[in-house]
């Protein structure tokens, strides 16, 4: 029987099934605004990882986090955090999408990534094998500018380095990068080959002579930063994950040795920075999760006070011990180091850390011997040092407040807080020139670079170098005739000053150029600039 149905409650019905669907598609729709792995990959992916394993920013897992309460990491999703480029999510998710991705870096891997031994020799390439020895023949460089007034450029916008003369002012070269490159290259002593780090743990080495990539491998699956060592025999990789140090023959970049980064309890950390102390033989590592800092000799006869001794049982030798290779020597530190700066001799090792306050260790004694009263979040690893008055002065930037904190570093106290127009994150000096320069890289002034007379502690320029864009990251040449500053922008630029005058010289238009790195400077620990 047909059964016919009066219009008006035909088309109740059909509202009604309208409004279901639609309330069953707001539904849906908020199920996937809230769906913690969907947010992850739209709001997250490109900085950490698709496997949150760590690109650009670290690897958010568990066992990266173990220093950051979730609650923190809420408030960091939510405000983002200084000194780094986490944004603020505020205005794009609501507080239950937040709370949602915060859970979920907290939630283990299914099964925790591998890269030991096999991996790392896995992915081990070398391009130029007459390149990758240890015995290296000295050839002309196939350019016609100073070899040791070259510049590298890290342009972060399409991962590219150039190569730039510091004389003629050109740029003689560009060659392709890894993604991310971070912890600033670094130079043989002679400065004939430089190393590279990425983000994802892809070591490279480069000749600086023929202008070709040598060899490259991938020490880990996200990294700090490395150190070569000051005979050109080894280089250090420090990681964030895996927790462990590794190190690799610098020639052709072959494995050596894993380290685990493990204390004496089994903890393990992740490597806050490594760093070559020339004058000892050694490498000095901050570690991030346990208060220590390590110190490791590279010497084939590695002096007292490193490691441990273990018995030779070869038959032929008796009673003899020798010392294992690579031995470690713990530093107690007084709290957890993110950041360190070391005097010119390499004895004294300033560090901080993110809390804010510092402290001086005697890598000698082995002990923290002075307090350093820092406010905010001081950048030690940016840090310079002059004489004023006769005496040795070490400035640092700050990460959180507008200030440069003058210290003498013979009785460590403050000689001069010297206020900004904001936060900076690079600092740096000439030995043969007058003024310190530094940015203001956060906030409304970050188009500010400050010039500091060195002799009478004061301000006396601003630069505005391009209205509205990130100036940043000075670094002189050789001769400190020129200083060039970066504009850190998709269209951006490097900027040359002349030194003296403050006056600009010419603009070379680059793709975010972040850091340059003279090769002088570098190879001679310049006071003037990091090592």
């Not at 539904?27 to 605004?33: G, H, I």
């Not at 440069?404 to 690079?426: A, E, R, V």
């Amino acid at each position: 029987m047909k059964i016919i149905l009066p219009r008006l409650l035909l088309t109740a019905l059909c509202l009604n099934i309208t409004a279901n669907n639609l309330v069953l598609a707001e539904e849906k729709q908020v199920l996937s605004q809230n769906d913690a792995p969907v947010l992850y990959q739209t709001h997250c992916a490109s900085c950490h990882g698709q496997d949150r394993l760590g690109l650009s920013g670290p690897a958010l897992l568990p066992e990266n986090l173990s220093r950051l309460r979730k609650a923190k990491a809420i408030k960091t999703i939510t405000h983002g955090k200084v000194a780094t480029q986490m944004q603020a999510f505020a205005p794009l998710l609501n507080q239950p999408q937040i709370q949602a991705l915060a859970d979920y870096i907290y939630t283990p891997l299914a099964q925790m990534p591998v890269w030991n031994e096999a991996e790392i020799k896995a992915s081990h390439i070398v391009h130029v094998p007459e390149l990758a020895t240890t015995k290296i023949e000295k050839v002309k460089p196939v350019y016609s500018a100073d070899p040791l007034n070259l510049f590298l450029v890290v342009e972060t916008g399409d991962h590219h380095v150039s190569v730039l003369d510091g004389d003629k002012l050109e740029v003689i070269h560009r060659f392709p990068s890894r993604f991310a490159l971070h912890g600033g290259p670094k130079y043989t002593a002679d400065g004939r080959f430089v190393y590279f780090a990425s983000r994802d743990g892809w070591i490279s080495k480069f000749d600086m002579h023929t202008l070709k990539m040598v060899a490259e491998i991938r020490a880990a699956i996200n990294t700090r930063n490395i150190a070569v060592s000051a005979d050109n025999r080894y280089v250090i990789v420090g990681n964030y994950l895996p927790h462990t140090l590794v190190l690799l023959n610098a020639s052709d970049l072959s494995l050596i040795k894993i380290i685990p980064v493990i204390d004496s309890k089994g903890n393990s950390s992740r490597v806050s920075a490594v760093y070559t102390a020339r004058p000892r033989n050694s490498f000095v590592v901050a570690l991030k999760d346990f208060p220590e800092a390590w110190e490791i000799s590279y010497d084939d006869e590695p002096p007292a006070g490193f490691g441990n001794w273990v018995h030779d049982y070869r038959k032929d030798s008796g009673d003899v011990r020798k010392m294992e290779k690579f031995p470690i020597r713990r530093i107690q530190a007084e709290g957890y180091l993110d950041d360190f700066f070391f005097d010119q001799d390499y004895i004294l090792m300033l560090a901080a850390s993110r809390q804010g306050g510092g402290q001086v260790i005697d890598l000698d004694a082995r002990r923290v011997i002075s307090k350093l009263d820092l406010p905010g979040m001081p950048h030690l690893g940016s840090g310079i040092t002059w004489s004023y008055q006769d005496k040795p002065v070490f400035a640092t930037p700050n990460l959180k407040t507008g200030n440069i904190s003058i210290i003498d570093m013979q009785n460590w106290q403050q000689i001069k807080n010297l206020k900004t127009l904001g936060p900076g994150f690079f600092m740096r000096s000439h030995e043969t020139s007058d003024y310190a320069w530094v940015d203001v890289f956060f906030g409304k002034n970050r188009d500010a670079m400050h010039v500091i007379d060195k002799n009478k502690l004061e301000i006396v320029k601003t630069l505005r170098p391009v209205p509205g864009k990130t100036a940043a990251h000075v670094e002189f040449d050789r001769y400190g005739k020129y200083a060039i500053v970066s504009i850190w922008d998709k269209d951006g630029a490097i900027i040359i000053y002349d030194a003296k005058t403050l006056e600009e010289i010419k603009r070379i238009p680059m793709n975010k150029p972040s850091g340059k790195y003279n090769v002088y400077n570098k190879i001679t620990l310049s006071a003037g600039t990091s090592h």
